[in-house]
């Protein structure tokens, strides 16, 4: 109280200190829901003093507590409180990340765009691949696919023993699958065609010490689609030959015979070895660096529907545009 008192601007009364306090206790509740509310500006300066101050704190504090845990000197609840802070700030940084590519964003010109976009039509055509189309009502391959997945989401269960609400549900409708595979196949079809709005989506960080994952639960029918998807698209796409064999994740040769391959080819070139003027062969690797982060979503649909049939493609880019929640925090990843 004597703190308020003391940082109150001049001309403001000292009868209204409570309130004050009441407002730097809604505003630091407000600082981590990312909300905020409407004050006299002299109060609301102090308030963003005081919000700055205990957050610059409770941040400190959570990275304090980090490296303790690194360590191996604090108990369980420490780390479980912990990475709850540590929770609120991973999404505090989305929020920002998001707010600053709507501010500065897009970080592609659309000379660029159109030079990528060029790019990965003559590439495409150069390699004759043909679009992965929707699967058919007839699809051939459709049950073994939907085994396949619902295999893999299976997987999660064989060690768990106690189950939440979500999870029985989803393990419910895996077995309905089994049982029913038509009817699942006809609901995940009818989804891909029509769904583009979903629902919100939990997180939860999984905390490995040197580093955190972000783990999502998704509701379960649309965890299936998406697994069913998944299954389908890496058959597709590797039937057709989408990743050439230099570019991982494709795995149609064995390491040694691709690194043979690479050798023979960049010592068939012409004039490779020639160094009378003094030049010498330098080979260069690099890596994309939040390349998924900054990447602009219409251009992404629009590259997606070159490999993609058009279903797909808008499928997939709508289900970036999801609400992301954890407890009392929530905000829309776009």
């Avoid at 600082?31 to 005081?50: C, D, H, Q, T």
């Avoid at 929707?134 to 459709?142: E, G, I, V």
């Amino acid at each position: 109280m004597h703190d308020v008192l003391d940082a109150m601007p001049e001309g403001i009364k000292q009868n209204i200190a409570r309130t004050i306090l009441q407002h730097l206790s809604e505003a630091w509740r407000c600082w981590k829901l990312f909300a905020g509310s409407w004050v006299p500006v002299p109060i609301e300066n102090m308030i963003l003093r005081y919000v700055k101050s205990k957050a610059d704190w409770w941040t400190n504090v959570a990275h304090y507590n980090r490296e303790r845990i690194r360590r191996g000197t604090v108990d369980k609840t420490v780390c479980r409180k912990n990475l709850g802070r540590l929770t609120h700030l991973w999404l505090k940084a989305e929020q920002e990340r998001q707010h600053n590519y709507l501010k500065d964003g897009p970080y592609v010109t659309s000379e660029e765009a159109v030079a990528i976009y060029t790019t990965t039509v003559h590439w495409l055509e150069s390699r004759k691949f043909s679009p992965i189309p929707f699967p058919l009502l007839s699809y051939k391959h459709d049950t073994k696919l939907l085994i396949l997945a619902l295999e893999r989401l299976k997987e999660s269960y064989s060690v768990a023993v106690r189950l939440n609400r979500l999870q029985r549900e989803e393990l419910g409708l895996i077995k309905q699958a089994y049982d029913n595979p038509h009817e699942a196949l006809s609901r995940i079809k009818r989804h891909l065609l029509k769904q583009r709005a979903f629902k919100e989506v939990g997180i939860e960080l999984m905390y490995l010490y040197s580093y955190l994952i972000p783990v999502y639960e998704i509701e379960p029918l649309e965890k299936i689609t998406d697994a069913y998807l998944d299954q389908y698209l890496w058959y597709e796409g590797d039937k057709r030959h989408l990743f050439p064999n230099w570019i991982k994740p494709a795995n149609s040769e064995p390491p040694p015979l691709l690194v043979y391959k690479w050798c023979q080819g960049i010592n068939n070139l012409q004039g490779i070895w020639d160094t009378s003027d003094g030049q010498c062969v330098v080979m260069l690797q690099t890596k994309f660096e939040k390349f998924f982060e900054k990447i602009d979503l219409t251009m992404l649909n629009r590259l997606l529907r070159l490999v993609l049939d058009d279903n797909i493609a808008d499928y997939v880019t709508a289900k970036n545009n999801v609400v992301l929640s954890y407890k009392d925090m929530s905000h829309t990843n776009s």
